[in-house]
């Protein structure tokens, strides 16, 4: 996994749903690792949240988890942004 950040969208014109999710494992200032996340609705800022891990692959697992799990639910995989 590289440090490009990794969009999700889900859109459902039928019940006015555009949403977008935003993951990225970057290394933090004490040899571990943060993944970031930016969600809400697509055209707006969204919320963002960063969580500290121990090591990257730590952060990637948990990555890759929420990832699997926003597919599950419809969400779908566009090209990495940066």
Known sequence: MTNEPLLLTRRDPARNMA???????????????ALTRNWGRIG?????????????Q????RCLALVRSKVKRGYQQKAEIG
């Not at 993951?23 to 004490?30: A, G, K, Q, R, S």
């Not at 730590?58 to 697992?61: I, K, L, N, Q, V």
Request: charged letters at 40%.
């Open 58 to 61: 730590e952060a990637e697992r």
């Open 44 to 56: 707006t800022k969204g919320r963002f949240r960063i969580d500290l891990f121990g090591s990257r």
């Open 19 to 33: 949403r977008f999710y935003v993951l990225t494992v970057e290394p933090d200032l004490f040899d571990g690792a």
